[in-house]
């Protein structure tokens, strides 16, 4: 856990990024017996720090989402298997500035082999997870509930469409490239009952699904694809509304360059969507951008980071 501070003399402050305190139950513990004793659990230079295990195992497509200020809830492809699996996690605040981590216990939500997890948040205690499952060749989406601070409650799943998102090995025919990166799906909330998903087939066309949501349910709404035949590094954001959203990717077909596709959902009268239109589409760099990461700030801009050539 982190604790973002003000450093440095009041009339010039700076702003730190610096690992939390953990609580203990004797403070200060009496000895580094009692500190390794309580913190067990936690793999940090700082043995005062807070910090959790969500796995002991070999862990991959890691997402951590903030339901509250007080519970996160992280996903990730668990163990050999890949299994996909959830865990809850209560931040408890003690004063003076002390925290605890209390790590509920790990739920497979998808019992066969997975790839490419993405999660968003929907309210304090749901949120909807999108994954590509590899015994299917297929992008699926359900909805997880927090119940009793750690439980979580897994709702149906639903398919939004076949894809090949994963090959054995990393690969290029002068075209298009692939490589290992769990990043080809990502999903983002517009409201308590619609999400957008995006996901990147190796081989063909991307698309982006809108996802309705009553209760522990998602199911497939309406769809637009991307103008590629290879995207990765996938990233939709909404953009401050409930109606539009922006979506980052690599266009593994056109040399790796980065792209922005604007998303609009257009209602008919009773407020249900009837559609998916595609906005404008723009290149963001002219040379090859791994890692890309964007955020929506508002209801007209976002900010994409690819890094440098």
């Known amino acids: 856990l982190l604790h973002v501070q003000p450093t440095g003399p009041q009339w010039a402050p700076m702003w730190a990024a610096l690992r939390a305190r953990q609580h203990f139950s004797a403070t200060p513990p009496r000895g580094i017996q009692d500190i390794t004793a309580q913190a067990i659990g936690c793999e940090s230079p700082d043995p005062l720090a807070v910090c959790s295990f969500v796995s002991r195992q070999q862990a991959a497509s890691m997402r951590v989402v903030s339901l509250s200020a007080t519970r996160l809830l992280a996903v990730f492809l668990d163990g050999g298997l890949s299994w996909a699996t959830a865990v809850v996690i209560n931040v408890v605040h003690h004063l003076p500035h002390e925290w605890e981590f209390f790590t509920g216990l790990k739920v497979a939500f998808n019992e066969a ?32 509930q927090v119940a009793n601070s750690t439980d979580i409650v897994v709702g149906p799943e639903d398919e939004l469409g076949a894809a090949n998102l994963t090959m054995e090995t990393n690969d290029t025919n002068g075209t298009w490239k692939y490589t290992a990166t769990n990043r ?41 694809p991307f103008r590629s035949d290879n995207i990765d590094d996938v990233n939709v954001v909404a953009l401050g509304t409930s109606k539009k959203a922006l979506a980052v990717y690599r266009d593994e077909a056109d040399g790796g360059v980065a792209k922005a596709q604007e998303v609009d959902v257009f209602d008919d009268y009773n407020g249900a969507a009837y559609a998916l239109g595609p906005g404008s589409l723009v290149t963001i760099t002219p040379f090859r951008a791994e890692n890309l990461a964007a955020i929506g700030l508002n209801r007209t801009a976002g900010v994409a980071a690819p890094p440098a050539p």
């Open 184 to 224: 080809r799906v990502s999903v983002c909330a517009l409201s308590a009952n619609r999400a957008l998903v995006a996901y990147g087939p190796v081989d063909a066309p991307g698309e982006v699904v809108l996802v309705v949501i009553a209760g522990n349910t998602a199911q497939r709404g309406v769809s637009l």
């Open 113 to 144: 082999a997975t790839s490419n997890l993405d999660v968003a948040a929907v309210s304090a205690d749901k949120a909807i997870v999108a994954y590509a499952d590899e015994a299917s060749g297929s992008v699926k989406v359900r909805v997880l």
